[in-house]
């Protein structure tokens, strides 16, 4: 036998005697990655589908609201928030609603809806904007000590004059004028002056009025 053909041969049986001794091993790790690969990808279809559907619900909710349907709205938000709470579909179907309710001015489902709204949210930037609605629905039904509770949790910077804003508007709910005084100058600071004139025009016109004087009572003589 030639060196050529026996090391060609030496060699083939070291491969079998491999395969003999690590066989089985190697087929489980190949089984077991073909079965990772497969998984993944059912479940990146399983994510990409639950998607979709949470957003389909969605767009339900938006048509109930555009066709004052309260009742395609609720069953729409209720399976939302029952099996796509994950999804960011179902805080924005429940902010949705909640606007829906303060224009019909039923203000209690509407602070229910966007607290949901900002316990589901995992998006910083929705959540500290559901927080804002949900102060302002708050002080509109004279809860304005939870107001100020829920505007504490908006991180710094974020919506920062529109907060200090609400939280003058809460401070002025509970009599402490002053304070409120400062949040609102706070508010002002923030504005950009000439990009937020609107804006700075409703914050002047509170701290006008904070500043009046006081009317004199009915009947009361001119010194």
Known sequence: MAFEDYDQYEQGE???????????????????ALALIFGWRQWQAHKANHEVQASSQFAVIQNAVQADNKQAMAAALGDLQKNYADTAYAALGSAAVAEYDVGKNDLKPAAQNLQWAVSHS??????????????????????????????????SGGYAALSAELRGDALLKLG?????????????AKLDKDNDAPARHALQMKLDNLTQPAAAPTGAKAQ
Do not use: C, H
């Open 14 to 32: 070291q491969v079998r005697k491999w395969i003999k001794e690590n066989g089985i091993a190697v087929v489980v790790g190949v089984v077991l």
């Open 122 to 155: 995992k998006q910083a930037a929705l959540k500290s904007l559901f927080t804002l609605r949900l102060a302002r629905v708050l002080i509109a039904q004279d809860q304005a000590q939870q107001a100020l509770q829920e505007l504490g949790g908006i991180p």
């Open 176 to 188: 402490k004028s002053g304070e409120a005084r400062d949040a609102y100058q706070q508010a002002m």
